[in-house]
Nanobody
Framework: QVQLTESGGGLVQAGGSLRLSCAAS????????VGWFRQAPGKEREFVGVVGRGGGATFADSVRGRFAISRDGSRNTVYLQMNSLKLEDTAVYSC?????????????????WGQGTQVTVSS
């Protein structure tokens, strides 16, 4: 049974940083593209970034240069490092896995999803 578990969310002031974790059981994250999505209240889910199963990463324009994704194979975990956080980054962040090559950015390209973790940025 596949399970993805996000952690690391919380309340942070604008300009601060958080690191989210996506830990997996039942599959090896290194064999999958792992994406991050977020959903703010009253808004549609949006793509944040992805680390491809073939390597490399890409990000949404809104977070490029502020966010980074990394893998830790020994922990079967993927991290989303978020720096210079803005009020508009407030959302529930979820990780998901895709077997697509490249850098999938659409939710329907993803197979397994975590439950999400809340990130709240305050002024």
């Amino acid at each position: 049974q596949v399970q993805l578990t996000e952690s690391g969310g919380g309340l942070v002031q604008a300009g601060g940083s958080l690191r989210l974790s996506c830990a997996a059981s039942g599959l090896t994250l290194g064999s999958w593209s792992v994406g991050w999505f977020r959903q703010a209240p009253g808004k549609e889910r949006e793509f944040v970034g992805v680390v491809g199963r073939g390597g490399g990463a890409t990000f949404a324009d809104s977070v490029r240069g502020r966010f980074a994704i990394s893998r830790d194979g020994s922990r079967n975990t993927v991290y989303l490092q978020m720096n210079s956080l803005k009020l508009e980054d407030t959302a529930v962040y979820s990780c998901a896995t895709s077997y697509e090559m490249g850098w999938p950015s659409k939710a329907d390209e993803y197979t397994f999803w975590g439950q999400g973790t809340q990130v709240t940025v305050s002024s």
